[in-house]
């Protein structure tokens, strides 16, 4: 069955820490990975996607994330946040015939000015 | 850019009451996803159209039905809203079935 786990519920850190949320999935077949992030109240925006090539992609507002494969991951980091990075963060996985997004659960960042 | 168009964005209904929610997706994208965000949860698949035809169904009640029309917006039919329906309704486009494009979505309380 498919499904992605998002092991932070909520982070916290101060603006310029250092962020990873972590991402891992379970599907089998070939997938395309993405982040979104929702910003209070807004929709879900694209952060980055993986479809194939370079397992490092970079995303937009500095983000960026690894697929490892022999781990089944794909963390999301940027060197140096912002308090309006303060959202929350949705890794997705889709198996690249299928149609719909799986979501994992979401991680909420806070970060304190 | 034009981008995904939801409506109404706010919508309060009672319990046993219909409700439809509308989604116009962007211009020249033929495919369309609706999900469904309960509070503190991640997104739902419901359901998905391709060239106005259901190509993917997820957890979608039998209580609700959607269907995409010819200029390729697409309605979320809901009925004997229950109080467990309250949600936030996502839709989105995509013109490679890759890449899916968020509407800004509708929040759905029932009363």
């Known amino acids: 069955a498919q499904s992605v786990s998002q092991h932070n519920h909520h982070v916290i850190l101060s603006e310029a820490a250092s962020l990873e949320l972590g991402c891992n999935y379970s599907y089998g077949g070939t997938v395309n990975l993405f982040w979104y992030v929702q910003y209070p109240g807004q929709h879900l925006q694209l952060l980055l996607k993986?479809?194939?090539?370079?397992?490092l992609v970079k995303g937009i507002k500095g983000f960026e994330a690894e697929f490892i494969k022999s781990k089944f991951s794909f963390n999301l980091r940027k060197p140096s946040v912002q308090w309006s990075d303060t959202a929350e963060y949705f890794c997705a996985v889709k198996g690249t015939g299928a149609n719909n997004l799986f979501f994992g659960t979401g991680t909420r960042l806070t970060v304190i000015p | 850019a034009a981008g995904v168009i939801q409506s109404p964005r706010h919508l309060i209904k009672e319990k046993r009451e219909t409700a439809t929610l509308k989604c116009y997706p962007i211009?020249?994208?033929?495919?369309v996803y609706w999900y469904q965000q309960g509070p503190g949860q991640d997104p739902q698949f419901l359901i998905s159209f391709y060239e106005k035809m259901q190509s993917d169904k997820g957890s979608i009640p039998d209580r609700f039905s959607a269907q995409q029309f010819s200029d390729y917006h697409s309605e979320l039919n809901m009925s004997s809203l229950e109080l467990g329906d309250s949600a936030l309704y996502f839709c989105?486009?995509?013109?490679?079935?890759?890449?899916?494009?968020f509407g800004a979505g509708t929040r759905l309380s029932v009363l």
């Open positions: 993986y479809f194939s090539g370079d397992p």
């Open positions: 211009p020249r994208h033929d495919t």
């Open positions: 989105a486009s995509s013109s490679d079935r890759n890449i899916q494009y």
